[in-house]
């Protein structure tokens, strides 16, 4: 009897499968989840140990959880750091590659497998983190608003993920050693972190952070009717921060993000700032997203090319 040609579906979940068992076994991964839920519980207990040394109550804060929002620049980036570093370069170092690219299944779909299984991988991960915060913010904080904004969250941190992983997965394929790709990563992560920072606080040319994966420039938020002062309410504008963004978009559709640079040299006492000008928070978040994904996209398609052209004996 002819033996059935395994279907693209089956082909493909046997990719995910494939993947998802190894970033179970990574032991790094699993380190990385216990750490993100140890920073999580010091975040949600720190603050009731400080008042009960103090023995001061704890107030009840409605949008303690809301206001949390976002994983975090530096923790996203170390998801998508230990979820695909190796991915593809892992596959070359070990001689995994040759028994993978040999078999009847195509190279474009072992990368979609490669990426749907990160993809599930951090959803669970985020997803996991998230109704733990909303656990411990119910019992700490009393009932909780705008829980319903949570799935947003979950997928505003995805996306920014996303970003980093797709420079991983880049890097991992064009150099294919898992230590180089590493390293790249983390100067890259570094220098438009620190370099986003001295831009924003330091010149005027804070617009050009807005097409670079990270932070982003530094703005203000001025919601109309209130007062904005600049030593509150500030927000990162970059494609880290989407899941912030988000949130304040919904709850204030009509805010505009106000950049501002320190004037050196200006007044004697206090800080000198200069407004620089203005954005409405709409045109800020869409064009995070957008710049997101243009990466996303692009650095996946040279990630596909690399993979397709890769010599299996390499």
Not at 35 to 52: C, G, K, Q, S
Not at 67 to 87: E, H, K
Not at 246 to 257: E, G, K, T
Request: proline share 4%; charged share 10%; with cysteine.
């Amino acid at each position: 009897m002819r033996r059935r040609k395994p279907r693209i579906v089956e082909q493909l979940w046997a990719v995910v499968r494939y993947e998802l068992l190894w970033n179970i076994r990574k032991k790094k991964f699993i380190g990385m989840l216990m750490a993100a839920f140890a920073i999580t519980t010091l975040t949600l207990a720190l603050p009731v140990i400080l008042r009960n040394m103090s023995n001061m109550p704890i107030e009840s804060n409605p949008d303690y959880v809301i206001s949390s929002s976002g994983i975090g620049g530096l923790m996203i980036f170390l998801f998508a750091l230990v979820t695909v570093m190796n991915s593809i370069s892992g596959e070359f170092e070990s001689g995994t590659i040759v028994p993978l690219l040999t078999k009847p299944i195509s190279r474009t779909l072992i990368l979609v497998g490669k990426v749907v299984a990160a993809f599930i991988t951090i959803s669970a991960a985020y997803t996991l983190l998230y109704v733990y915060i909303v656990i411990g913010g119910i019992a700490i904080y009393g009932p909780q608003n705008n829980l319903n904004l949570i799935p947003l969250c979950v997928l505003g941190d995805l996306l920014s993920t996303f970003v980093w992983m797709s420079i991983i997965l880049a890097i991992g394929s064009l150099t294919k050693n898992t230590v180089l790709t590493a390293v790249t990563a983390v100067i890259i992560f570094l220098a438009m972190n620190m370099g986003a920072s001295i831009i924003s606080v330091f010149t005027e040319s804070a617009w050009i952070l807005h097409y670079f994966p990270g932070n982003g420039a530094t703005g203000y938020l001025k919601i109309p009717g209130q007062t904005t002062t600049y030593t509150v309410g500030g927000i990162s504008t970059g494609t880290d921060n989407i899941t912030k963004m988000i949130i304040q978009y919904i709850l204030h559709p009509s805010a505009n993000v106000t950049y501002i640079k320190v004037e050196l040299g200006g007044r004697p006492q206090g800080i000198p700032l200069k407004e620089i000008y203005s954005e409405q928070l709409s045109l800020v978040l869409f064009r995070s997203i957008a710049v997101a994904i243009a990466y996303i996209s692009a650095l996946i398609f040279l990630t596909w090319y690399a993979l397709k052209r890769a010599q299996i004996l390499e």
